[in-house]
């Protein structure tokens, strides 16, 4: 999936308008990836950690993947997102 990241304080519009170049956004918060959005959150208001999908885990084992069975799952190389899939 091709994606780009945004901020958790974005708005839905600046969301909108990056989702034209990609398929999913990986939300930041301060420091950690909090989750993801994809065209099905945009009709939602609030900012983009608000309305973001938190259903995802960041480079979990496949244990953890099997167990949890989260909707996404997040690379990353050192800290920063390489590949997301969608896991459902």
Known sequence: MEFSTIGC???VEEATT???NCDVLIVWGEEDI???ITEDHLNKKGTC???CELDVLVDPSLEMREKW???FVITTEDGEPVLIVNHQ
């Open 69 to 71: 069975n989260p909707k």
């Open 9 to 11: 304080e974005d708005s």
């Open 49 to 51: 950690g608000e309305i």
């Open 18 to 20: 990056r989702l034209q």
């Open 34 to 36: 909090l989750g993801v």
